[in-house]
């Protein structure tokens, strides 16, 4: 059985950090292309990051320069790094397994988490 498991979320002060953390069980994380979203109250689920099994990342709308995607294939892991977190940036936040090289959509998607909850006060 298929498992991503978040953590990492929590409140944190505008300006601050944090690292979520997306731990997979039941596959191989580096045969996939990894992604993080976002969802606010009342509005889709955003792309935020992505990583491809080769290492490739991207990023999305406002977070280039401040989050930062990476995959720790030893430990089955991906982890998303947020500075200079803003009030804008609460949302829950999802990983999810692709098995497709460009991902982009959350159609795209196969794997999901459960989600975890960032709060950002300014």
């Known amino acids: 059985q298929v498992q991503l498991v978040e953590s990492g979320g929590g409140l944190v002060q505008a300006g601050g950090s944090l690292r979520l953390s997306c731990a997979a069980s039941?596959?191989?994380?580096?045969?996939?292309?990894m992604g993080w979203f976002r969802q606010a109250p009342g509005k889709e689920r955003d792309v935020v990051a992505t990583i491809t099994w080769s290492g490739s990342s991207t990023y999305f709308g406002d977070v280039k320069g401040r989050f930062t995607i990476s995959r720790d294939n030893a430990k089955n892991t991906v982890y998303l790094q947020m500075n200079n977190l803003k009030p804008e940036d609460t949302a829950v936040y999802y990983c999810?397994?692709?098995?497709?090289?460009?991902?982009?959509?959350?159609?795209?998607?196969?794997?999901w988490g459960q989600g975890t909850q960032v709060t950002v006060s300014s």
């Open positions: 039941g596959l191989t994380l580096s045969g996939y292309t």
């Open positions: 999810a397994a692709s098995v497709r090289e460009i991902a982009r959509t959350p159609e795209s998607y196969n794997y």
